[in-house]
């Protein structure tokens, strides 16, 4: 059994394109602009086909890894594409709810990991929480305008959470 996000590429480039994706359709720009009549009309292609697809043979395999592991413990990751495709048909009436919805998924899925992490003593998990939080928090800063000061005082902030964070798991783990 392969635990490890390196050992398994298809994870690390699964994980790392949702995430890219996620990220990019987390800003302003994306969500209004995919609201005009242009994006309207190509859902009428067959790329809408491909994706309803792909979309149903990835709840097929989520499915099948349900039953043949019996997880208790849900991963919001397994879930974001579902997530998306509701976000991606709400954005049609309302984009600044599916931008928010966008932005609350990455914030659980950033949870999620640091709590995972944190549980299972894994620091992998942790870091990786820790740097989907952080780059959520960089979006922000670039659709908010705060000062250059609290931008400072945030990131300092998070690098006193980072070290934090890594020096409580070590002396767990010893």
């Known amino acids: 059994k392969i635990d490890s996000l390196v ?10 394109g949702t995430i890219i994706i996620l990220l990019i359709t987390s800003f302003d720009f994306y969500w ?3 609201g005009t009549s242009k994006w309207k009309d190509s859902l009428l292609s067959g790329s809408t086909g491909v994706w309803l697809l792909l979309t149903l043979i990835a709840s097929y395999l989520l499915v099948m890894e349900f039953a043949r592991h019996k997880k208790s ?6 879930y974001a594409y579902i997530v998306f495709l509701l976000l991606f048909i709400i954005h049609f009436n ?5 931008q928010i919805g966008v932005n609350i998924l990455l ?3 950033a949870v999620s990991m640091i709590w ?3 549980d299972q003593l894994q620091l992998h998990l942790l870091n990786l929480g820790l740097l989907v939080l952080v780059a959520l928090i960089i ?8 000062s250059f000061v609290i931008r400072g005082i ?4 998070l690098g006193i959470s980072f070290f934090i964070a890594n020096y409580l798991i070590i002396k767990k783990k010893k």
């Open 116 to 118: 995972r992490g944190q």
């Open 154 to 157: 945030i990131f300092v902030l």
């Open 32 to 34: 209004h602009d995919s």
């Open 139 to 146: 979006c922000r800063f670039f659709d908010v305008q705060i």
């Open 94 to 98: 309302s984009p600044v709810v599916s």
């Open 73 to 78: 413990k849900v991963n919001p990751l397994n």
């Open 7 to 16: 050992k398994n590429p298809f994870k690390v480039i699964g994980f790392i």
């Open 107 to 109: 914030l659980t899925i």
